[in-house]
Nanobody, 129 residues
Framework: QVQLVESGGALVQTGDSLRLSCVAS????????MAWFRQSPGKEREFVAYINWIGKATNYADSVNGRFTISRDNARNTMYLQMNSLKVEDTALYYC??????????????????????WGQGTQVTVSS
């Protein structure tokens, strides 16, 4: 059974930094693409960042580009999201997602929830002003 467990969420202030982690178990991690999504109350789940199986290809939502960095350590079955210069609008439940493909297409495939087969339970990030 595949499990994705997120951690690192917290209550922080505007301008602070956080690092989220996602630990995977139950299947091979080093040959699949991963992503972070987030969801705020009353809003749809939205794409945040994507990383391919080897970590050589990444992509970000415009709203976080330049502030967030996605990375992975295949030896530790772990994906990270370094979040800097946090804003109030970054407040959300952050989800880790795993595809069964190694690479998702740059045509927007990696932004689609349907491309990800496995999901974690989420970790809450709250940014106060």
């Amino acid at each position: 059974q595949v499990q994705l467990v997120e951690s690192g969420g917290a209550l922080v202030q505007t301008g602070d930094s956080l690092r989220l982690s996602c630990v995977a178990s139950g299947r091979a991690f080093n040959n699949v693409a991963m992503a972070w999504f987030r969801q705020s109350p009353g809003k749809e789940r939205e794409f945040v960042a994507y990383i391919n199986w080897i970590g050589k290809a990444t992509n970000y939502a415009d709203s976080v580009n330049g502030r967030f960095t996605i990375s992975r350590d295949n030896a530790r079955n772990t994906m990270y999201l370094q979040m800097n210069s946090l804003k109030v609008e970054d407040t959300a439940l952050y989800y880790c997602a795993m595809s069964i493909k190694g690479n998702l297409k740059d045509t927007g495939e990696f932004r689609s929830l349907s491309e990800y087969t496995y999901w974690g339970q989420g970790t809450q990030v709250t940014v106060s002003s």
